[in-house]
Antibody, heavy 121, light 109 residues
């Protein structure tokens, strides 16, 4: 059973960089076949896809956030990470990491529990 | 960008009743790339349906999905107490690669 767990600071100051890590267990990122994504949910709102990374290091981000987003992978630790720069209060959200199954279909079949990040001074 | 609209915003029903949730896309979505999720308070979304009509592993058969083109439907044939939650549709395809609908809340009448 694949499990994902987000970790990182729950409070970030405006203009600083939000940094989160997702640790994957029960499966290897290096085995390929899946993309590894970040998704966020503003309080009481819907879901917004942030971006993905493949085990090879190739990544793609939502154009609405692209200039501020960096997603990286550390296959030796079976982790992938998100950095979101120049944050504002609008970036306050629950951040989820998820496994994307792609091919004939495309969907997120495993999710982390989510971590609330608050942007405030 | 494909925008997904879900209706109704809230559906108030009783256990045992049938729930019909709608997801409409602003442009044609491949049926293969339409999914549905259930989210309960304080929890991550859970995959229910992928490819518009395929139940995910472990999902009860009271959940079914249908539709094509721009109109998709999630049906819960007989609501169980644990089904009261928010439901999201999701499409894959055009930029920004993935987008989600705003959700339909199924609550207790």
């Amino acid at each position: 059973q694949v499990q994902l767990q987000e970790s990182g600071p729950g409070l970030v100051k405006p203009s600083q960089t939000l940094s989160l890590t997702c640790t994957v267990s029960g499966g290897s990122i290096s085995s390929g076949g899946y993309y590894w994504s970040w998704i966020r949910q503003h309080p009481g709102k819907g879901l917004e896809w942030i971006g993905y990374i493949y085990y090879s290091g190739s990544s793609y981000s939502n154009p609405s956030l692209k200039s501020r987003v960096t997603i990286s992978v550390d296959t030796s630790k079976n982790q992938f990470s998100l950095k979101l720069s120049s944050v504002t209060a609008a970036d306050t959200a629950v951040y989820y990491c998820a496994r994307e199954s792609y091919g004939d279909y495309a969907y997120f079949d495993y999710w982390g529990q989510g971590t609330l990040v608050t942007v405030s001074s | 960008e494909i925008v997904l609209t879900q209706s109704p915003g809230t559906l108030s029903l009783s256990p045992g009743e049938r729930a019909t949730l709608s997801c409409r896309a602003s442009q044609t979505v491949s049926s293969n790339y339409l999914a549905w999720y259930q989210q309960k308070p304080g929890q991550a979304p859970r995959l229910l349906i992928y490819g518009a009509s395929n139940r995910a592993t472990g999902i009860p058969d009271r959940f079914s999905g249908s539709g094509s083109g721009t109109d998709f439907t999630l049906t819960i044939s007989r609501l169980e107490p644990e089904d009261f939650a928010v439901y999201y549709c999701q499409q894959y395809g055009s930029s920004p690669r993935f987008s989600f609908g705003p959700g339909t809340k199924v609550d207790l009448k």
